[in-house]
Structure formats: structure tokens, C-alpha cells
């Protein structure tokens, strides 16, 4: 009987571990599934439907969802934010919202996706060619689910949200009637300008057009005077919309776009490496002949390209991504930028903002281009711009950001130092250091102040050079900023100052605000110090000890604590005037105040 139970047990863990396997196994072919599926659509996006790349990849994916649905009958696919899940386990990931297929499902409040083992690959090719439509329409157009129901799908099914149903679907609200005549069909014209009524009589004199047997436009074609075809020739739908897609064409896409296009598309056929290499040369030349015209937009365009498809290859087995990742750093070589520089401080004309989206593809080498935008060009929403992507750049390498700060650009270096804690919190404190020995008070106040906002003891240190600052102003600055005092050399500097005897020397205003930096240090010896400035001022006292008895009683006001209360009221009591009222009134505003 034990050997039973012994055999038993052995088996039941025998059979987690071939379950465990399954399950781990079926969870791998999930997630080679879906990469493949982001990596299809990425490359739908670039290529035509009929392209061969394409067919390359939709067969590939079909073949191994397929085996897959053969082996479980069904795939699920959970949907997150940025994540598809399969049985709880995380398979696909992509956080970059712009081309994240899981987000696009997800905005639209889908939960759940199913595809069943009966799928036709005509019907997975529908469900990509809606991934793909809905991925290049703004973010505010676009509605996959709407897409998804209009389809009908017989084994691709999905799960939508109560909320999606109650807010996009509109459940309760009226229907709109309208009515049509089937007859008005036919009536109607298309209006064309000169440009293309002559492509149209371009295309109509053309070889395919005119050797088609069936076209309706045959025999010789009479033009008018002006060398255009007459547009009383009848054209059927099909015609009509084959015009109108040559004409949409021909306007949109630039010499340029096409060469981009031709260049993308000779990157994703060719796998050996020199052809490839060469290719990327000419990719380069036209990028150099893109800033030479200044067109960013394009360049953006040509850079975005190549970054997704440098992401589609792997960075350990392929040569080409070395390749590429070469050419994106000489796009941010020092010389590319000194060309940029140039631009900047010669152009007389306001910068495009194309350039800045330009400048944000390359990262934090274009940190010093950026600097030089923010100083020639004062349009205020153009620098927000600009400092938005310095805080971006600036999150990888904060040095760099710091190395454009110059004495002699004082609004750049403010709103650098106002950058600062959202790029790196505390972190970025240190930093701050460098400003103690610069000579612009403006650039030196804003440091300051950034210091005050933190209770850190390395805040205290920067604070407690600038106390001993050669400027009074600075003294008076670092005095009333310092609100947390956490480090023992800034308290010992604070009371050996207030204790000295040039200390009475001092401004009024610096003396004030030494008085309240003491008062805010909180100790003993602090009240201590405070309280010896009343009983200084006696009856004959003189014009000066009464003034520091005053900026004294000041003090002990904002301080406000208990032990500061306990010494204005020894002040009441006190045979100076001055200072009995001035002590009687300090009480009165903390009794207000509370």
C-alpha cells in the first residue's frame, strides 16, 4: 500500500511538471505569435497590401497562428494599456502610444480577443487590414471596435467594456431618418481644374487606357485648342476612382517622399550585408540633401523609418542593425550638428518647428542646438517647446544639459535651473553648486531659490556658500531662502555671524533676515541668542541696539513657536517702550494668525 501511494504521488508531480511544460510552452508560442503580428503590421504600414515583403510576413504569421489554433482549437489574447496577455502571462509589450497595437485596441474599451480554429486567412487578412487603417487615422478618429462589428467576423470575435458600449455605441439614442432616390445616383458632376482635366486627358491617351478593349474611350481622341481632353466622354465608377487615386497621388507625394520610400523598401528585401551597407549610403545622401533644403519634416519622416525598422531586427544575430544604429549616430555627429548651428545663428528666419521634432529624434547630442533655438528665437510658445524637450534630453544625460548654462546667457540658464528637479529631483541638486562662482545675480538668485525648495543636506552646504557671498544681496538671497536647516556647519556659521561683533554692522535688511534664519534653526541656543537681544535694550539703550532689539522681536514673530512666544511675553514686561510694543503687537498677529 505505500509503495501505491508513493507511485501515486510520483505520478501527480509527474503530471504538473508535464502541465507546467505545456502551459510554458503554449505561452512561448502565444508570444512568437504576437511579435510577429507587431511586426507585420509595422511593416503593412510601409508597404502596399500586394507587396511581396508584405506577403512574405502575412503568410509567416498565418502559418503559425494556424498551428497554433490546430493544437489549442482557440487563442485568447488579453488586452492592457500597452500589453496583450495570453492565460494572465504578459506575451507583448509597446509603451510608445503611436504605434502600440495593444493601446489601439484599448482605447477603444476592448478587453478580450478571440480567434477560433476555423479562421480563413482572407478573414485574418480583413482583421489586419483594420489594424492597419485605424493605426494611421489620428487618435481621435479613429474606432477599431466600430471597424471590428461592421466586419462581422465569423471567427475573430471581441469583448468590449460596459462603458464603450454606453458611450461610443450610443445605446438609447434616436436613430437619424433619411431617405434617397436610387435615380439621383447617376446625376451629379465632377468638377476638375485645368491641372487635371490635362491629366486626365494624360491618362486617357495613355497606352493601358487606350489598348483596353472595354473601356468606353476608344479611336482616336480629339483635344481641344488648349490641348485638353473634352469631358463629355462617359466614365464608369470604377474609372472614376481610379482617376481620382492617380490624381490624389500625384498632388501628395513629393520626389522626395518617393525616393524615401524606395530607399525603406530596398532596406527591408536586402539581408546581405554589403548590397545593404550601400544602400544605407544612399540613404544617408539623401538625409544630407533633406537638411541641406532644410526640410525636417521629411527628415523626421526618414529617421522615424528607419528607427522602426532598425527595432524589427535583432541587435545580437544582425549585422544590419549595427549598420543602422551607424548612421543614426552620424546623424548626430558633431558635424551634422555644426551645420545646424549654423543655420540657427546666420538664418534670419524663425526656426520651424519641424526642427525641434528634428532635434528630438537625435537625443541628447542635441542638447547644444537646442540651447542656441531657445536664445534666438523668443517666441514664447516656441520656447516652451524647446525647454520640453531639453527636460526630455536631460532626464538621459543631465551633464549635458548642464554644459550649455553660461554666465552670459542668463534667461537659457533660469530656465535650466528651473528644469532641474522635474529632470532629476534631488539628484540634481549638486548641480546647483556650479552657480555659487558665477557673476550674473540673476542666474545666481534662481539657483538659490531652487535650493530652498529642498530639505537635504547637500542643499544646506551650496546655501551656506553663498551666505558667505562678497554680494550682500546674495546673503540676504541665501538667507531667506534657506528654510530647512538640517546641516550643523550652516547652524554654527548662522550664530557665530549673529554673535560677532561686526554682525551689528550689517544692513538692517541682511540683519533681519540673519535674525530669522537663526529663529528658524529651532534650537536652544537659537532662543537664547534672540532673547539676549531684548535684554540689551534697556531704558538708555541706543539707536542701534534698539533696532537689532526690534529686528529681534521680528524675528521671534516669524519663528511663532511656543518658546518664541514665551519670549515676547518677557519683552511686555520689559522698561524699553519700543520694544514692549513692538513685543504686545508681535503676539497680538501670532494670536491672529492661529
Request: proline fraction near 2%.
Amino acid at each position: 500500500m505505500p509503495k501505491e501511494r508513493e507511485n501515486s504521488e510520483i505520478q501527480n508531480k509527474k503530471d504538473k511538471l508535464e502541465d507546467y511544460a505545456a502551459e510554458i510552452k503554449e505561452i512561448k508560442s502565444a508570444r512568437e505569435v504576437v511579435q510577429l503580428m507587431a511586426k507585420t503590421t509595422s511593416q503593412m504600414k510601409i508597404f502596399s497590401s500586394d507587396h511581396v515583403n508584405i506577403s512574405r510576413f502575412t503568410d509567416e504569421l498565418f502559418r503559425k497562428l494556424k498551428t497554433f489554433l490546430e493544437k489549442h482549437r482557440s487563442f485568447e489574447l488579453g488586452v492592457r494599456e500597452f500589453s496583450f496577455t495570453h492565460k494572465g502571462k504578459t506575451v507583448y509589450t509597446d509603451k510608445q502610444i503611436k504605434k502600440s497595437i495593444p493601446f489601439l485596441f484599448y482605447k477603444d474599451g476592448v478587453q478580450s480577443l478571440f480567434f477560433y480554429k476555423d479562421l480563413s486567412k482572407d478573414e485574418f487578412l480583413d482583421f489586419l487590414e483594420i489594424i492597419k487603417k485605424e493605426a494611421n487615422l489620428p487618435v481621435e478618429e479613429s474606432d477599431i471596435v466600430i471597424s471590428l462589428w461592421e466586419k462581422e467576423f465569423v471567427n475573430i470575435h471581441h469583448s468590449a467594456s460596459d462603458e464603450f458600449l454606453e458611450n461610443k455605441i450610443g445605446i438609447g439614442m434616436k436613430s437619424l431618418e433619411y431617405t434617397y432616390d436610387p435615380n439621383s445616383f447617376s446625376e451629379g458632376k465632377i468638377e476638375l481644374d485645368k491641372e487635371d482635366r490635362k491629366a486626365l486627358g494624360d491618362a486617357i491617351l495613355s497606352e493601358e487606357i487606350a489598348s483596353d478593349k472595354d473601356s468606353p474611350v476608344s479611336g482616336d481622341l480629339e483635344l481641344t485648342e488648349d490641348g485638353m481632353a473634352p469631358l463629355s466622354y462617359a466614365l464608369d465608377e470604377a474609372e472614376i476612382k481610379r482617376l481620382e487615386d492617380m490624381l490624389e497621388r500625384n498632388r501628395s507625394i513629393t520626389a522626395e517622399e518617393e525616393l524615401i520610400s524606395l530607399i525603406m523598401e530596398m532596406l527591408y528585401l536586402e539581408t546581405r550585408l554589403a548590397p545593404f551597407a550601400d544602400v544605407v549610403d544612399a540613404l544617408d545622401q539623401c538625409h544630407s540633401q533633406l537638411l541641406e533644403k532644410e526640410n525636417y519634416a521629411l527628415a523626421v519622416h526618414l529617421l522615424e523609418s528607419v528607427i522602426e525598422f532598425r527595432n524589427t531586427l535583432s541587435y545580437q544575430e544582425d549585422a544590419r542593425h549595427k549598420t543602422l544604429k551607424t548612421f543614426l549616430d552620424r546623424t548626430a555627429s558633431s558635424e551634422s550638428l555644426a551645420a545646424l548651428q549654423k543655420y540657427i545663428t546666420e538664418d534670419q528666419l524663425l526656426a520651424p518647428e519641424s526642427l525641434l521634432e528634428y532635434l528630438n529624434i537625435l537625443g541628447p547630442k542635441s542638447i547644444p542646438v537646442l540651447s542656441s533655438l531657445y536664445e534666438h528665437d523668443t517666441r514664447p510658445h516656441y520656447r516652451e517647446k524647446v525647454l520640453e524637450i531639453l527636460k526630455k534630453q536631460g532626464r538621459t544625460d543631465i551633464q549635458s544639459l548642464m554644459n550649455v548654462v553660461q554666465d552670459d546667457k542668463p534667461d537659457l540658464a533660469k530656465a535650466i535651473i528651473s528644469l532641474l528637479n522635474d529632470v532629476n529631483g534631488k539628484k540634481s541638486i549638486q548641480h546647483l553648486a556650479a552657480f555659487v562662482h558665477y557673476t550674473n545675480k540673476d542666474i545666481k538668485v534662481e539657483a538659490i531659490r531652487a535650493l530652498g525648495k529642498h530639505v537635504d543636506l547637500t542643499a544646506n552646504k551650496i546655501l551656506l556658500a553663498f551666505l558667505k557671498d562678497d554680494d550682500v544681496e546674495m546673503r540676504i538671497q541665501a538667507a531667506r531662502s534657506c528654510q530647512h536647516i538640517c546641516d550643523k556647519s550652516l547652524r554654527d556659521h548662522i550664530l557665530h555671524t549673529v554673535k560677532s561683533k561686526t554682525f551689528k554692522r550689517l544692513t538692517d535688511e541682511e540683519i533681519q533676515a540673519y535674525l530669522e534664519l537663526l529663529g528658524r534653526s529651532q534650537t536652544e541656543k537659537a532662543h537664547q541668542t534672540l532673547r539676549s537681544f531684548l535684554k540689551k535694550v534697556g531704558l538708555m539703550a541706543g539707536l542701534r541696539k534698539k533696532e537689532m532689539g526690534l529686528n529681534a522681536v521680528a524675528a521671534l514673530e516669524s519663528l511663532g513657536t511656543s518658546e518664541a512666544r514665551v519670549i515676547l511675553e518677557e519683552g511686555t514686561r520689559m522698561h524699553n517702550r519700543r520694544i514692549k510694543k513692538a513685543c504686545e503687537k508681535s503676539l497680538q498677529n501670532l494670536t491672529h494668525r492661529h
